[in-house]
C-alpha cells in the first residue's frame, strides 16, 4: 500500500520560513519524481516543485529563489523549504510520486500566512 505522509505546515507571519517533508511507502523512492503542488481555495491544484530521481529540479516562478525542494532516498522523504513566505502562498500542499505512469498522492497539509 502507497502512502505519502505530509507533515510541517501551519500557520506563519509573512516572510517566515516553513520546511514540510513528506514520508513516502510503499514505492521505490529512489526511482521516482517527487513533486509539491499547492491548492489555494477557488484555484486549481498548482505545480510547486519537482525532483527527479536524478536529482533534476523543476521550480515553478511563483516561488523560485524562495522554495528549496530535496530529498533524502536513505530517509524515503522529500523536503519542500519555503522561505519568504507571503499570503498568496496559503494553501493545501500536496506531496505527488511518480514513475512510470503511476501516480500517487499524500492527503495535504495546510499553510496558512498572515499578514
Same mark, same amino acid.
Given at each position: 500500500?502507497?502512502?505519502l505522509?505530509?507533515?510541517?505546515?501551519?500557520l506563519?507571519? $509573512?516572510?517566515?520560513?516553513l520546511?514540510? !517533508?513528506?514520508a513516502?511507502?510503499g514505492?521505490?523512492?529512489?526511482?521516482?519524481t517527487?513533486?509539491? #503542488?499547492?491548492? $489555494?481555495?477557488?484555484?486549481?491544484?498548482?505545480?510547486? $516543485?519537482t525532483?527527479? !530521481?536524478?536529482?533534476?529540479?523543476?521550480? $515553478?516562478?511563483?516561488?523560485?529563489?524562495?522554495?528549496?525542494i530535496?530529498?533524502?532516498?536513505?530517509?524515503?522523504?522529500?523536503?519542500?523549504?519555503?522561505?519568504?513566505?507571503?499570503?498568496e502562498?496559503?494553501?493545501?500542499y #500536496?506531496c505527488?510520486a511518480?514513475?512510470r505512469?503511476?501516480?500517487?498522492?499524500g492527503?495535504?497539509?495546510?499553510?496558512?500566512?498572515? !499578514?
Open positions: 500500500q502507497v502512502q505522509v505530509e507533515s510541517g505546515g501551519g506563519v507571519q $509573512a516572510g517566515g520560513s520546511r514540510l !517533508s513528506c513516502a511507502s514505492i521505490i523512492f529512489s526511482l521516482n517527487m513533486g509539491w #503542488y499547492r491548492q $489555494a481555495p477557488e484555484k486549481q491544484r498548482e505545480l510547486v $516543485a525532483i527527479t !530521481s536524478g536529482g533534476n529540479i523543476n521550480i $515553478a516562478d511563483s516561488v523560485k529563489g524562495r522554495f528549496f530535496s530529498r533524502d532516498n536513505a530517509k524515503n522523504t522529500v523536503y519542500l523549504q519555503m522561505t519568504s513566505l507571503n499570503v502562498d496559503t494553501a493545501v #500536496y505527488n511518480a514513475w505512469g503511476l501516480i500517487n498522492w492527503q495535504g497539509t495546510q499553510v496558512t500566512v498572515s !499578514s
